[in-house]
C-alpha cells in the first residue's frame, strides 16, 4: 500500500512538473534574479514593437526583434510565446530551419499559444522537408479555418499540395553535386545573386560587407548597402573577389547585380530610384578596363513599378525581365522586349503568356547561350516549396514554350531557390542558397552536373565535396536535362597583324543561309578579348572588320546535333597594302562545281563594299583546292571557281578592270591535306591586293 502511494504521489509530481513548465516572465519564478529579469522584459518590450510592425507591415523588421528575443530566451528558454515568437522571427529569416525548435518547444509548453501555431508548424516541419509532418500540421490548420475564408483556405492548400510535390521529387534527385563557391567568392555577410560569362571566366556578384563603398548602413535593416563584386576563374575556381568600386558602386546606395551579356562587356544592375521597392534596371558597358556610369534602361523596360530581375539573350537582341507593372497575370511576371537596332533602344515589352506566368511570384529569369532555354523560379507551377527553378525550351517550329519544367531535388528545396545561371557548356550552374554550412547569412554555390555526356574528370575529383561513400546512392539518381549540346563558343583576341597591339574591333556575326546579320559586337579596347555565342543548327559566317584594315572571315557550320564546343581564335587584322591575302572563309560553291551557293552573299557583299570604298584597288581572286582528285582537274576547277567570284563582283558593279582570277589547284596549301580538317581549309577563296 506504501509503495502504491509513493508510485502515485511521483506521477502526481511529474504531471504537476509537467504542466508549470511554461515559466513566466514573474518575480515570483525568479526571486534572486531582478535585475536580469528586468533586462529580459525590457528585450522583450523592445522587441515586441519590431514583431507588432512585422505583422503588420511585413518581414522586415523580425530581423530587429529576433537578438532581443534571444537575449530574453538566454535568461528564460521555457517561456511557450517567446519560443513561439523566436520561431516566426526565425520563418522571416535567412534561417528558416531554426524555427521548428522553438516553435515545438513552444507547442509543447503550451498547445494553445497562438491561434496559428499549426500553420507556423506546419511551415517550419515544412521548410526542414518533414513533408508528412507538415501535411499534417497543415490539415489540422485548415480545419480551423472558416468555410467563408476562401482565400486563407487556397494557401494552406497549396503548401499541402507542395509537399506532395516534394515528397515525390525527393524520390527521384537529380544527379547533381552542390558545392560550396568558396572563400574567394562568399564572406561572412550576405553573397548572392551571381551572373557569369558564357564561358565561365567572369563572375559578378552582390554583397552585404562591411567594404561597401562609402561604408554605410541601411536604416531599413541595419545591414550594410549592397555592393557589387568582380571574380576571375577557371574549372570552378575563382579568384579572391574584387569590389568594383566606381562609377559601378555608389556610396550609401543599393548596386545590386541584375544580369551580364555573354562576352562580360554589358553589366545590367538594379538601383532604386524614387521609393524603396519600385526600382529601375540600368545598363554598363565596358571600354577597355574601365566602365560607364550607369545608364536607365527606356520605359518600355522600366517604369513606376518594380523591375529587379533581367536576362540578356547572347546575341543582344532580346531583355528578358521581372515586372510587377499593371495587367500581368500574378504578382511579377515575366516580359521580353526586342532591341531596335536602328533607333538603338528597346521596343515595347510583351508578357511571356499564361504558360510561364502564374497567378503567384515569378522571379530571377536567365535565358542560356543556346537562345531557346529560360530557366526562372516561381512560387506557382509544382513547387515544393518557396520559390523552385523551372525551365522552358522555345519550339520554334510550333511558336511556343514548352511547359515549365521543375529542376528537381536537390537543385530545389522547400526554402526559396533563386539567382540560378548555367554556364554555356550546362557543365556548371551557380545560384544562392541558405545554408548551415555556410559562411555567412547566404552563400553562392556551385552545381555540377552528372551525366554521361558531362562525366566528372579525375582532375575536378578535388573540386567536388562529396565524391567518396556518397557517389554509390548518387548513381541512382537521374539526370537533368541541360542544354550541353545546344551551343559552341567562340573566344579569343583580335590585334593588328604586324605591331601585335590589340584593337577594338566590330564583329558581324551572319546567318549564311538566311543572309542576315544575326548580332554585332565588338572586341575590348584594351585586351582585344571577344566572345561570340553560336547556337546549334547553324552556318554562321563570322565577319572582323576595323577602319584602316582588311575584314577578316571565319566559317563554322554547326549542325543540331553536334555537342558543346569551345573554339579559340586568335584574329590578327592585316592592313591594307598590295600584297596582302585575306582568305573568303563564306565563300560556298555547289559540291564539284564552281556554281557560288546563295550563302556565299554576305561574303560578297562585304568584299563589294571594300572594293566601292577604295575604287583605285584592284584585287586578284584565287581558287585552291585540296590535293583529292587529279593535278590537272584541281587546277581547272579552282581557276572556274575563281571566275565564279569575279564574274559576281562584275555584274554587282565592279568595274571588271580591277579584277583578275587564277586558279591554283592543290599547288599552294596551308595546311596538311592528310587530315579532313586540313582539306578543308586548303579548299578556299581568297583575294589579294595587286594595287590600290
Not at 211 to 229: A, C, K, M, R
Not at 234 to 248: D, I, L, R, T, Y
Not at 309 to 323: C, K, M, P, R, V
Not at 480 to 485: C, E, F, G, S, T
Request: hydrophobic fraction near 35%.
Amino acid at each position: 500500500m506504501k509503495k502504491y502511494f509513493y508510485f502515485l504521489s511521483v506521477l502526481v509530481f511529474f504531471s504537476l512538473a509537467s504542466n508549470s513548465q511554461n515559466v513566466e516572465f514573474e518575480k515570483a519564478n525568479f526571486p534572486d534574479k531582478k535585475s536580469e529579469l528586468k533586462d529580459a522584459k525590457r528585450n522583450i518590450e523592445e522587441a515586441d514593437g519590431y514583431f507588432d510592425k512585422s505583422m503588420k507591415e511585413g518581414y522586415r523588421y523580425y530581423n530587429l526583434a529576433l537578438p532581443l528575443y534571444q537575449k530574453a530566451n538566454t535568461f528564460n528558454p521555457n517561456n511557450a510565446l517567446l519560443n513561439y515568437k523566436i520561431g516566426v522571427c526565425f520563418l522571416n529569416s535567412a534561417w528558416k530551419q531554426k524555427a521548428l525548435a522553438h516553435l515545438e518547444k513552444a507547442y509543447n509548453l503550451n498547445p494553445n499559444v497562438g491561434a496559428n501555431i499549426h500553420d507556423y508548424l506546419g511551415q517550419a516541419y515544412h521548410i526542414n522537408m518533414d513533408w508528412d509532418k507538415a501535411i499534417k500540421e497543415f490539415q489540422t490548420y485548415k480545419a480551423q479555418i472558416k468555410s467563408e475564408d476562401k482565400e486563407a483556405l487556397a494557401a494552406v492548400e497549396k503548401k499541402i499540395n507542395e509537399c506532395r510535390t516534394g515528397i515525390e521529387l525527393v524520390k527521384t534527385p537529380v544527379l547533381v553535386f552542390i558545392d560550396n563557391a568558396g572563400p574567394e567568392i562568399n564572406s561572412q555577410y550576405p553573397d548572392y545573386a551571381p551572373v557569369i560569362t558564357a564561358d565561365e571566366s567572369i563572375m559578378m556578384f552582390t554583397s552585404r560587407r562591411d567594404n561597401t563603398s562609402g561604408g554605410g548602413v541601411d536604416p531599413f535593416d541595419q545591414l550594410y548597402y549592397e555592393d557589387i563584386y568582380i571574380s576571375t576563374g577557371e574549372n570552378g575556381k575563382w579568384s579572391p573577389a574584387k569590389n568594383m568600386g566606381k562609377p559601378v558602386n555608389t556610396e550609401n546606395r543599393h548596386d545590386a547585380t541584375v544580369a551580364i551579356s555573354a562576352d562580360g562587356q554589358k553589366l545590367f544592375i538594379y538601383l532604386d530610384d524614387m521609393t524603396r521597392g519600385s526600382g529601375n534596371i540600368y545598363e554598363c558597358e565596358q571600354k577597355g578596363i574601365t566602365w560607364t556610369k550607369p545608364e536607365k534602361l527606356n520605359d518600355n523596360i522600366n517604369t513606376k513599378f518594380h523591375e529587379n530581375s533581367a536576362s540578356l539573350s547572347a546575341d543582344g537582341n532580346t531583355l528578358y525581365f521581372i515586372s510587377n507593372k499593371d495587367g500581368g497575370f500574378g504578382g511579377h511576371d515575366i516580359y521580353k522586349a526586342s532591341w531596335d537596332p536602328k533607333k538603338q533602344r528597346w521596343n515595347e515589352a510583351e508578357n511571356m503568356g499564361p504558360m510561364i506566368n502564374t497567378p503567384y511570384e515569378e522571379y530571377s529569369v536567365f535565358i542560356h547561350p543556346d537562345g531557346k532555354t529560360l530557366y526562372f523560379s516561381s512560387e506557382g507551377h509544382n513547387t515544393m516549396g518557396g520559390f523552385d527553378v523551372f525551365k522552358t525550351v522555345w519550339d520554334d517550329k510550333k511558336k511556343k514554350w514548352s511547359n515549365p519544367e521543375n529542376l528537381g531535388y536537390p537543385i530545389n528545396t522547400a526554402d526559396d531557390d533563386v539567382d540560378f545561371v548555367l554556364s554555356a557548356s550546362g557543365k556548371h550552374a551557380y545560384f544562392a542558397s541558405y545554408k548551415n554550412d555556410g559562411y555567412g547569412e547566404k552563400d553562392i554555390y556551385m552545381i555540377t552536373f552528372i551525366t554521361p555526356k558531362n562525366p566528372v574528370l579525375n582532375t575536378e575529383d578535388n573540386l567536388l565535396a562529396s565524391l567518396t561513400e556518397p557517389v554509390k546512392e548518387t548513381v541512382i539518381a537521374k539526370e537533368v536535362a541541360v542544354p550541353m549540346a545546344q551551343v559552341s563558343i567562340l573566344k579569343g583576341t583580335i590585334f593588328d597583324y604586324v605591331t601585335k597591339q590589340m584593337l577594338e574591333a566590330d564583329i558581324e556575326l551572319v546567318d549564311n543561309q538566311l543572309n542576315q546579320t544575326i548580332a554585332t559586337f565588338k572586341s575590348n579596347s584594351s585586351t582585344g578579348k571577344f566572345l561570340v555565342s553560336l547556337p546549334a543548327g547553324k552556318n554562321y559566317g563570322i565577319a572582323v572588320k576595323k577602319d584602316g584594315y582588311l575584314f577578316h572571315s571565319e566559317n563554322f557550320d554547326i549542325p543540331a546535333s553536334a555537342g558543346y564546343q569551345e573554339y579559340v581564335k586568335d584574329i590578327g587584322l592585316k592592313n591594307i597594302a598590295v600584297g596582302t591575302k585575306i582568305v573568303l572563309r563564306n565563300i560556298f560553291f555547289d559540291f564539284d562545281k564552281a556554281t557560288l551557293r546563295p550563302e556565299s552573299t554576305s561574303e560578297l557583299e562585304r568584299l563589294i563594299k571594300l572594293l566601292t570604298d577604295i575604287p583605285t584597288m584592284k584585287i586578284e581572286i584565287g581558287g585552291h583546292t585540296d590535293s583529292k582528285g587529279s593535278d590537272d582537274y584541281n587546277m581547272k576547277l579552282s581557276a572556274s571557281r575563281a571566275e565564279s567570284v569575279v564574274t559576281y563582283l562584275a555584274t554587282h558593279g565592279i568595274d571588271k578592270s580591277r579584277l583578275t582570277s587564277k586558279g591554283y589547284g592543290e599547288t599552294k596549301p596551308m595546311a596538311t591535306n592528310d587530315t579532313d580538317e586540313g582539306r578543308q581549309l586548303n579548299r578556299r577563296t581568297e583575294f589579294e591586293i595587286k594595287s590600290k
